[in-house]
């Protein structure tokens, strides 16, 4: 009898929120038999080391921040965030500027260090070596001679280029193998391939695709015979090629985890390329990819391998990128979908972008990559990284979503139709998470609702008192039977959001937040009685006894509230500005982050570390202005520092310690006296290539008369640089030819291929004869141009002088395409066409075979300045005229400027400086920036970035630094 009243209720339940039931199964723990203690997986979450992992991740590109010493400031940033994870790509063409040499130990092209910086801080990393990485770099990361036709199409099984990457991911694998967790280190996937969504000719049908599938197999074998034993996993590029998944497929070439890269709103800020693509007619709209994880992946996690963390600038977007199109209030809404959608893990594509610096990028990126990322380009933390922290410490102590089955949706669990509602339950512990949004997600209304929420002591409505709030484009995540920490305490329900857990032996401290104003209540089991610990009384706070324990009432201000409860929680109430301040740093280096090694500290600007020593806690982290800061602490702490120094601090009535950290004599107007002016400079004709006369017998002949290349050029020689070792920046070439008395060039054809936003001019013994600017959607240019003014040497040499600057490589299947001349013509004004008697070709110094290894493949191109290292620290330039850039000079012409400059910075301070560069409207040029070396800054016609930053160990800080400005 009982059993049937059971089944009645349930169903009346059902009726009522039209609820699905989930469906009592159990689910296997996929191990390979390699290594189930340490890296499992099975329908729920990712399990290291036996412990269940939401994995939160975020993504940063070393090769864009070349400055190792910066590696540590950014993942101590990221780690602040409440991140567990990193995601890294490799980029073989960095490692590879030819097909002999490997290069894993000059500055930034040795990635070791990161891996023993994210061990020491308590990182994992999720590893992503390739071969071909897109990353929006250069040939997608495939080195430049790769791409030549000689090595095959790419990614597939041709032997060619099986040799080729065997070699390179073979030394990858040595020397990160001692970096995985299963020998100690910290990286827990290594992700085969990206973005490789082939294995299906018809993903309905099945049918696969055998070459691709061959290629998979063999990358698996190898880095299986090479001891990768951690899980392999791969990252579908979009939810309709369902390419990998041991649970969708069966060749035998499918990887151990699946996952799925989604950018709801668009990855550039060019939304025409990527809006068809995905989708989204509006900004803000949501996604469904529950569904497509359990068609796909049921067994597995649900991962979001790449997750939009901004999206890259192209060209001609605008300066300083699109944020707005993912700001703080994006990332508060989607994060929490994401949890709605049952997603265990995500790596946040890009966490920090860094800089497009030399010529690293793919055809249609300029010189930023801020990526409109959580942590800028110039380091400094966003709001959108402070948004993003009140998610990453919630999901940090949030352990029991790292199990949890979807139980239901919908706005039946509201009491408003525009509100609904994903019920989401831990089938172990019973603890539910209700991830509450507008029901048509971009909504900007104001909507009041209560929620029927289920806990282990009944059913409620709640707020009991008063009601929900979802103002504008956001999402609430309301907790029922919430854990805090290891003890057996628990919230029945809590209508605001949990930020944070400190459990500090004595008391457990949990940090709520709201927006100001709205009103919060929560409901703690056992608990009796509770009394305002803080002066902020909160005039609206008030307390109810009930037969499931104490109901507090509060209303969120500006100051925080502080209240203790009879069973040793103390509760602090902020609000969403006091919550950005809140940082909760870790005792321990365990990526777990276990409650009872973290201390919270509220006020500073960041704070990156803590450390006990007996009585004395040391933080580490930065602050500017004065500034008041609060810490909850062991109560036997006695001393605390800051950087080292002794901070004075009084403790409060409730437990907490109380200081100043005092404003520092340093700011952003004391150090802007101090930069120097760049008012004297020295100039030097950078363009001696075009003159009839000039001596190019050391260039490289261009002489093939046929070509590995798949798309053969109109004419020949084969004018293509990638096959003669030329591969980045401005491309030179100069074509001999003869002209007689009868027959003389009257115009000439020019189509040259250099990629989106390339550009090239022609000149004939040294006469200006025509330019193509270029544009954003054209890879390749044409000129025809008539040379009815150009004097000929007749019976002599004349020379046709093209400067070529190439944009990059393109991604994925273009990388092969080809940078150079596609046809070069002469013609008569009989219409006959005249015959070149050699091609000549220049590009950087040295070709693939680098002079300097540590500024790497791509730093420079073939400028006459590049070529002889007038860009670089210690040129002679003593002879040079001089002469300003901002008087600049008329005509198609080039000149290179320098200047050398002193900085002290004070030391002990994180400045970040950068260039401006202002371009007359009407000017039509392209312009490099150079500092001591490093290409940092490029202005094309079609720009609208003009801001610099550039990184201090690249700007030195304490010395001269040269400047090189190539007009
Ligand atoms: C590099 O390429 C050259 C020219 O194609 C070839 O002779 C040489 O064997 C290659 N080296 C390796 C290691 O593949
Ligand atoms: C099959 O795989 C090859 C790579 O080996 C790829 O070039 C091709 O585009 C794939 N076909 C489809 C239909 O995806
Ligand atoms: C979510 O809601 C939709 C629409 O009501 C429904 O079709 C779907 O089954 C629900 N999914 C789950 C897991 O409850
Ligand atoms: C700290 O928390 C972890 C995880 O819940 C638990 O295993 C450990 O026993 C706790 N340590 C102490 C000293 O309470």
Redesign the pocket.
Same mark, same amino acid.
């Given at each position: 009898m009982k059993f049937f009243t059971l089944v009645i209720y349930l169903l009346l339940q059902l009726a009522t929120r039209? /609820? $699905?039931p989930a469906i009592a199964q159990s689910w296997p723990v996929h191990d390979n038999g390699l290594n189930k203690v340490v890296s499992g997986r099975d329908h729920y979450s990712l399990i290291v080391n036996g412990e269940r992992v939401f994995v939160w991740s975020g993504e940063l590109h070393l090769w864009r921040i070349p400055v190792p010493e910066l590696w540590q400031d950014i993942l101590e940033k990221i780690k602040a965030a409440g991140f567990n994870g990193i995601g890294l790509y490799e980029l073989w063409g960095w490692h590879a500027p030819n097909n002999e040499t490997l290069d894993f130990e000059t500055g930034a092209h040795d990635f070791a260090t990161i891996f023993d910086i994210a061990k020491v801080l308590g990182l994992y990393v999720v590893y992503r070596p390739g071969p071909h990485s897109n990353a929006e770099a250069t040939g997608g990361g495939f080195p430049g001679w790769l791409t030549t036709g000689e090595y095959g199409p790419l990614r597939d099984d041709d032997p060619r280029y099986t040799a080729a990457w065997e070699r390179y991911s073979g030394a990858v694998a040595e020397y990160v193998r001692p970096h995985l967790i299963t020998n100690g280190g910290p990286v827990i996937l290594w992700q085969i391939e990206n973005e490789y969504g082939v294995q299906w000719l018809d993903p309905d049908a099945k049918v696969p695709n055998e070459t691709a599938i061959a290629y998979m197999e063999q990358l698996q074998n190898h880095h299986r015979a090479w001891e990768i034993d951690v899980p392999f996993m791969g990252n579908n590029p979009n939810m309709w090629t369902r390419s990998w998944s041991k649970d969708y497929g069966n060749t035998g070439a499918e990887v151990d985890l699946y996952g799925l890269d989604h950018y709801p709103a668009c990855w550039t800020c060019n939304l025409e390329i990527c809006l068809p693509v995905n989708g989204a007619v509006e900004p803000y709209t949501v996604f469904d990819y529950?569904t497509h994880f359990q068609q796909v992946s049921p067994t597995q996690p649900s991962f979001l391998m790449e997750f939009q963390g901004g999206s890259y600038n192209p060209w001609d977007g605008p300066a300083g990128g699109c944020g707005e199109l993912m700001d703080s209030i994006w990332v508060n809404m989607f994060y929490r979908h994401n949890l709605a959608e049952k997603v265990s893990a995500v790596n946040i594509y890009m966490l920090m972008g860094g800089t497009n610096w030399g010529n690293l990028g793919f055809p249609e990126v300029g010189t930023s990559y801020d990526y409109s990322s959580p942590i800028h380009e110039n380091r400094l933390i966003s709001e959108k990284y402070n948004e993003g922290k009140l998610f990453g410490l919630f999901m940090r102590v949030a352990r029991d979503f790292a199990k949890v089955e $979807? /139980?239901?949706?919908?706005t039946a669990y509201t009491t408003n139709a525009e509100v609904m509602a994903?019920e989401l339950r831990n089938p172990d512990t019973g603890a539910r998470f209700y991830i509450t949004r507008h029901d048509y997600s971009p909504s900007t209304e104001k909507s009041q609702f209560r929620l029927r929420i289920s806990t282990e002591s009944g059913n409620f409505l709640v707020p009991q008192q008063g009601s929900l709030t979802l103002d504008s484009i956001s999402s609430k995540t309301i907790v029922t039977d919430f854990r805090i920490g290891a003890t057996n305490k628990k919230i029945a329900y809590s209508k605001v959001e949990i930020l944070t857990v400190s459990d500090l032996g004595e008391r457990q401290v949990v940090v709520l937040w709201a927006p100001r104003g709205e009103d919060g209540e929560i409901l703690l089991r056992g608990a009796t009685s509770a009394k305002v610990a803080s002066d902020n009384a909160g005039a609206e706070t008030s307390f109810t006894v009930t037969e499931h324990g104490l109901i507090a009432n509060f209303k969120i201000q500006e100051r925080n509230i502080v209240i203790d409860i009879d069973n040793g929680v103390q509760l602090v109430v902020v609000d969403r500005d006091s919550g950005y301040q809140i940082w909760a740093p870790t005792l321990t280096a365990d990526p777990q982050a276990w409650e009872n090694k973290t201390v919270l500290v509220h006020g500073p600007y960041l704070v990156r570390s803590a450390a006990i020593d007996g009585d004395s806690l040391a933080l580490r982290g930065d602050w500017s202005n004065e500034t008041a800061v609060e810490i909850w602490a062991p109560s036997d702490i006695r001393e605390v520092t800051f950087n080292g120094d002794k901070l004075a601090t009084e403790r409060s009535a409730y437990g907490s310690l109380i200081g100043l950290l005092p404003a520092t004599q340093v700011t952003v107007d004391t150090i802007a006296a101090q930069l120097p002016s760049l008012g004297s400079w020295k100039v030097a004709n950078g363009l001696p290539e075009s003159a009839l006369e000039y001596d190019d017998s050391r260039w490289t002949d261009a002489n093939h008369m046929t070509t590995p290349n798949f798309s053969p050029p109109d004419t020949y020689p084969v004018l293509y640089a990638d096959e003669y070792g030329y591969q980045a920046g401005n491309l030179l070439w100069r074509g001999h030819f003869n002209v007689t008395e009868d027959k003389r060039p009257s115009s000439a054809y020019l189509r040259v291929i250099g990629g989106l936003a390339s550009g090239f001019s022609a000149y004939v013994n040294g006469h200006f004869v025509g330019t193509w600017l270029g544009s954003i959607s054209n890879k390749t240019g044409e000129l025809k141009v008539s040379l009815e003014d150009v004097q000929f040497n007749v019976g002599a040499d004349n020379v046709l002088f093209i400067i070529q600057d190439t944009t990059g490589k393109d991604q994925r299947e273009g990388a092969p395409d080809p940078r150079g001349i596609l046809n070069a013509s002469l013609f008569a004004s009989d219409g006959s066409s005249l015959n070149f008697t050699s091609w000549k070709l220049t590009g950087n110094a040295g070709g693939n075979h680098l002079i300097e290894p540590v500024r790497g493949t791509w730093n420079e191109g073939g400028l006459h300045a590049e070529r002889l290292g007038w860009h670089l620290p210690g040129f002679d330039d003593s002879d040079w005229e001089d002469g300003l850039p901002s008087e600049g000079f008329k005509g198609a012409d080039a000149r290179f400027y320098r200047t050398v400059v002193s900085l002290d910075m004070p030391r002990g301070f994180d400045v970040h400086l950068g260039f401006e560069l202002n371009r007359l409207p009407h000017a039509k040029l392209r312009a490099q920036l150079y500092v001591n070396g490093y290409m940092f800054g490029k202005i094309i016609p079609i720009s609208n970035e003009f801001s610099f930053p550039v990184f201090p160990g690249i700007l030195n800080y304490h010395g001269e630094n040269t400047i090189g400005l190539s007009i």
């Open positions: 039209s /609820i $699905r529950y $979807r /139980i239901g949706n919908g994903t």
